[in-house]
């Protein structure tokens, strides 16, 4: 089972840029999709980003196209997370998370490793 472990979460002004990382180990990393979720005070967990590292296919959801940013490092067993164009509603816990079955969704249930997350907080 992979463990995971996130990092770049910081205070941004809005606008901002920030790069997330999230760092596998523990097993091997090719056959897993791995996404990014986050849960922001009194929400629900809700999905970023997904990455199939088989495949590379990606999916957003609505509120991240076109300012979100995933990619995969597969000799560093490392996923990340650009976010430009940051807003106040981006503030939440981001958290990265692995699925056994590959697939790329935005489904949390699929998915059995999840980080300890990373604060992101966009305020001016």
């Known amino acids: 089972q992979l463990q995971l472990v996130e990092s770049g979460g910081a205070l941004v002004q809005p606008g901002g840029s920030l790069r997330l990382s999230c760092a596998a180990s523990?097993?091997?990393?090719?056959?897993?999709?791995i996404g990014w979720f986050r849960q922001a005070p009194g929400k629900e967990r809700e999905g970023v980003s997904c990455?199939?590292?088989?495949?590379?296919?990606?999916i957003y959801g609505d509120f991240a196209e076109g300012r979100f940013t995933i990619s995969l490092d597969s000799a560093k067993k490392t996923v990340y997370l650009q976010m430009n164009s940051l807003k106040p509603d981006d503030t939440a816990v981001y958290y990265c998370a692995a699925s056994k079955s590959g697939l790329t969704t935005l489904w949390p249930p699929l998915f059995s490793s999840w980080g300890q997350g990373t604060q992101v907080t966009v305020s001016a």
């Open positions: 523990g097993a091997s990393f090719d056959t897993y999709a």
């Open positions: 990455i199939g590292s088989s495949d590379g296919k990606i």
